[in-house]
């Protein structure tokens, strides 16, 4: 099976850095946006085009990984071979995102630098019956699984699974153990 791991708001920290750009207060443990909304851009304290101009090389660099990214990647690595296993992202419009992005797996995820797909087009054109997709995003999920692929959905305050936000890595482990 192909897994393909998803990276921001899954093993990196996007909201935390883009707040801390826009020197606007955010905090994941006390979540203050409409709790399963993706599209928290409508209120965030910036325009999507002062969001994206923050986006370039250096900003990507900077960014941490999430508090639970580590366990989420050794979950999937303890079901999965390394060589299986892709990280799959969309860049931000600003160009810097795709170099920030791959500097970013560079530095933090090295042994997946080659196995970093970047696209802006659906992830569902990867979807088949031996295919996974881990992501935090509920379209993304649905489109891919109505691909054909099979899916989890990593819990997260703006996602329909925020109730389980806390949870995360235990939510992962048991999705993981029906699939596998």
């Keep these: 099976m192909k897994v393909f791991l ?68 050794d979950l999937v690595r303890c079901n999965f071979p390394d060589e299986s296993i892709y990280l799959l992202t969309t860049p931000m419009l600003n160009m810097g995102s795709w170099r920030g992005k791959a500097e970013w797996v560079e530095k933090h995820l090295p042994k997946f630098s080659k196995r970093l797909i970047i696209t802006t087009t659906t992830k569902s054109l990867l979807a088949g019956p031996d295919s996974l997709l881990i992501d935090d995003r509920d379209q993304n999920v649905e489109e891919f699984r109505a691909a054909g692929g099979k899916t989890i959905l990593v819990p997260r305050p703006w996602n329909k699974l925020h109730a389980s936000a806390w949870e995360t890595v235990d939510v992962v482990k048991r999705e993981l153990e029906r699939l596998t």
């Design 6 to 73: 998803d990276l921001d708001g899954v093993l990196v920290d996007f909201l935390s850095g883009l707040h801390k750009a826009l020197k606007a207060p955010y905090s994941y443990d006390d979540y203050r946006y409409t709790k399963g909304k993706w599209d928290m851009f409508e209120e965030i304290p910036a325009t999507f085009d002062k969001c994206n101009d923050c986006c370039c090389t250096v900003f990507w660099m900077s960014l941490k990984l999430m508090h639970d990214a580590n366990k989420i990647l």
